[in-house]
T-cell receptor, first 114, second 109 residues
Framework: IAGITQAPTSQILAAGRRMTLRCTQD?????MYWYRQDLGLGLRLIHY???????GKGEVPDGYSVSRANTDDFPLTLASAVPSQTSVYFCASSISGTSTDTQYFGPGTRLTVL | GQNIDQPTEMTATEGAIVQINCTYQTSGFNGLFWYQQHAGEAPTFLSYNVLDGLEEKGRFSSFLSRSKGYSYLLLKELQMKDSASYLC??????????WGAGTKLIIKP
């Protein structure tokens, strides 16, 4: 079934540890995105990639890094996790990098940093 | 600054009609999206408006007034499965998608 998968589904992490959230899509979409969703706030863009080999910073990039080695995968890395990074993380993709395209979301990763 | 306002929570009765409003102040405008998000799940696309007027899609309709910076999502013949959060998002002049915090809709029998 075509779509976006994320791993892990949930994770509890000690502060200071390194963590990579995985995202894979099989729709051959050019653009991919990472968001975090916190209670009472809208989705906030962390990083994005309009095509393989390129990445850009979103609204809240500090403490996070991404890479886009190929079309399908877009991992998000927390180099040294802090409690304020406790959140639900969604990966999304769209056909192109134009924000008028519909974005399709993965199931999310619930991350708790203690 | 850029801002999108939606009511935090609304309650409606099964079978009734509900209107969820969204007002926005953004640097430019290149379209408005509505997404549905059930608790613990991912957002899913409902509608996209770029021109003024009403777009109807089954039980759901979305309206846009660009001059007023206003949109609404209209849900008819409410069903229990419509209990969810409804997210409004606007594409600004830089083609960045700005998201509202969402409206939690509670449907009562």
């Amino acid at each position: 079934i075509a779509g976006i998968t994320q791993a892990p589904t949930s994770q509890i992490l000690a502060a200071g540890r390194r963590m990579t959230l995985r995202c894979t899509q099989d729709m051959r979409h050019n653009a991919m995105y990472w968001y975090r969703q916190d209670l009472g706030l809208g989705l906030r863009l962390i990083h994005y990639s309009n095509t393989a080999g390129t990445t850009g910073k979103g609204e809240v990039p500090d403490g996070y890094s991404v890479s886009r080695a190929n079309t399908d995968d877009f991992p998000l890395t927390l180099a040294s996790a802090v409690p304020s990074q406790t959140s639900v993380y969604f990966c999304a993709s769209s056909i192109s990098g134009t924000s008028t395209d519909t974005q399709y979301f993965g199931p999310g990763t619930r991350l708790t940093v203690l | 600054g850029q801002n999108i306002d939606q009511p935090t929570e609304m309650t409606a009765t099964e079978g009734a009609i509900v209107q969820i409003n969204c007002t926005y102040q953004t640097s430019g405008f290149n379209g408005l999206f509505w997404y549905q998000q059930h608790a613990g799940e991912a957002p899913t696309f409902l509608s996209y408006n770029v021109l003024d007027g009403l777009e109807e899609k089954g039980r759901f309709s979305s309206f846009l007034s660009r001059s007023k910076g206003y949109s609404y999502l209209l849900l008819k013949e409410l069903q229990m499965k419509d209990s969810a959060s409804y997210l409004c998002a606007v594409t600004d002049s830089n083609y960045q998608l700005i998201w509202g915090a969402g409206t939690k809709l509670i449907i009562k029998p």
